[in-house]
């Protein structure tokens, strides 16, 4: 009997102590805290996408060019702004919609979260592809002759695989090789374009942090196309992210900015915009 009831007990600890083995295993296998705010940076798209069930609201806007007082800098010249809605079918499919005033743009993109950086280094980086497929609805007429215009001309094309990792809680740094196609674009321009991307998040406060990206197209077409720069600052709380920046581009949208951005950033072609993003 004494031999049976040490044989339970010796049974029981090694059960015990192996779960604590593994349960240990598993926490430290788990994900990191989220390396950005919310599914974007300031314009290009992070790692992170919204919990399943979960919706992500943006609102982008962007004034206009920095010239002088008279219009306060950029304030009461023309806006751009996009609307943008998200939803994370699951905790790694994201789909979501928006649409942008510069050019009656209208998307659809999909983000899809291919692994994620774990506590233990396991996995040292995370990686998502995003994609989306974006309509110009302007009208007939700014797609050139009546009798060339196709339906086709209106739509454009992005695939991205960006790759993120987070430093010691508090510096996060990605980068997303880019690959851009346009069905129709202005003489002098490229239907297809390719970008490497670079962003990064130093958290200094709590949850306010300092954001940045920088965009270079890789393949120049005749006309000047010139880098996408972008730095601010971010505010956060648990369901908000607020970011005020500075920019050389007006347009949103990626698809656009990395195939027809013409402010060169030497020559002081910088405006101000910000994001809002709203979890629910």
């Known amino acids: 009997m004494k031999k049976n009831t040490f044989l339970i007990c010796l049974v029981c600890l090694c059960i015990f102590l192996f779960s604590g083995n593994v349960f240990s295993q598993d926490e430290e296998d788990l994900?990191?805290?989220?390396?950005?705010?919310?599914?974007?940076?300031?314009?290009n798209q992070t790692t992170v996408s919204p919990f399943k069930g979960t919706f992500n609201f943006e609102i982008q806007h962007r004034f206009s060019q920095i010239r002088e007082l008279a219009d306060l800098f950029g304030i009461y010249g023309t806006a751009n702004t996009r609307l943008a809605l998200a939803y994370g079918v699951t905790d790694r499919i994201m789909v979501g919609v928006g649409t942008t005033r510069d050019y009656m743009l209208q998307d659809l993109e999909w983000k899809y979260a291919i692994m994620t950086q774990t506590r233990s280094?396991?996995?040292?980086?995370?990686?998502s592809y995003y994609g989306n497929a974006v309509l110009d609805a302007r009208g007939d007429e700014n797609f050139g002759p009546e009798e060339e215009y196709r339906f086709i001309h209106r739509l454009s094309y992005?695939?991205?695989?960006?790759?993120?990792?987070?430093?010691?809680?508090?510096f996060s740094f990605q980068v997303a090789p880019t690959f851009v196609y346009h069905n129709a674009v202005p003489e002098g321009y490229r239907n297809a374009n390719a970008s490497i991307y670079f962003g990064g998040r130093l958290m200094?406060?709590?949850?306010?942090?300092i954001v940045f990206e920088y965009d270079q197209p890789l393949l120049m077409p005749e006309e000047d196309v010139y880098p996408n720069i972008a730095a601010g600052v971010e505010f956060g709380t648990?369901?908000?992210?607020?970011r005020i920046f500075v920019s050389n581009y007006n347009a949103i949208i990626r698809n656009r900015s990395i195939a027809f951005n013409g402010n060169n950033p030497f020559d002081g072609d910088y405006q101000f915009g910000f994001n809002i993003s709203v979890r629910f």
């Open 31 to 43: 994900p990191i805290r989220p390396p950005f705010e919310t599914i974007s940076l300031i314009d």
């Open 158 to 170: 992005l695939n991205q695989l960006i790759v993120s990792r987070n430093f010691a809680g508090k």
């Open 121 to 127: 280094g396991k996995i040292p980086v995370s990686l």
């Open 238 to 242: 648990s369901t908000h992210a607020f």
């Open 204 to 209: 200094v406060l709590g949850f306010h942090s």
